[in-house]
């Protein structure tokens, strides 16, 4: 018996070469919540391993809700407290802001270029006042830009009460 098969063959999207120029922490950003908030920290977290290992080369632009994706119960997002046109309601993805604001303040001590970015109606009390990005499936986004001449790597992560977002680069 002969069997054809049809082979597809797939390459890494981060090769050895990417990583060779990034040789320290540009920046580290850590901010803290309630842990014993399941549903709050459920959404936390999926959105961490989301924006964990990922490569932006120079000039690229990353974007918060394409790495993140939506925020939906079918990918295992939770209701939790949001801010909605100045209430605070229930709604699906409760705690991603705290992500994108955590990211947000290391891209700032990167030294990278915000390109997009929404603050919230009302302070965060995660971050210092001012220091926040809010973000909204298909409304609102955070963006920024390796503004550096080589590769830069992110990497998140949720350790107890803490989430912490470090930049890698040269």
Sequence with gaps: ITIELTVDELF???????????????????????QYNKNR????????????????RPNQIFSF????????EKYGYKEAPVFID???VLDWGG?????????????????MSIEE????????????LG???AVADNLLDFKFK?????NIYIISEVSGNQLSVYILGK
Excluded: E, M, W
């Design 117 to 128: 970015r929404t603050s919230h109606y009302r302070p965060a009390p995660y971050v210092p």
């Design 95 to 111: 705690g991603v802001c705290q992500v994108s604001s955590t990211l947000y303040n290391a891209a700032l001590l990167a030294d």
């Design 131 to 133: 220091q926040d990005a």
């Design 146 to 150: 390796n503004t550096s001449s080589h």
């Design 65 to 72: 809700n394409q790495n993140v994706g939506l925020r939906l």
């Design 12 to 34: 890494p999207s981060i090769i050895t070469k990417d990583l060779t120029d990034i040789d320290g922490l540009l920046a580290v950003y850590t901010t803290q919540f309630d």
């Design 86 to 88: 100045g209430k605070l």
């Design 41 to 56: 920290s459920q959404n936390i977290s999926l959105a961490v391993k989301n924006i964990n290992n990922v490569l932006l």
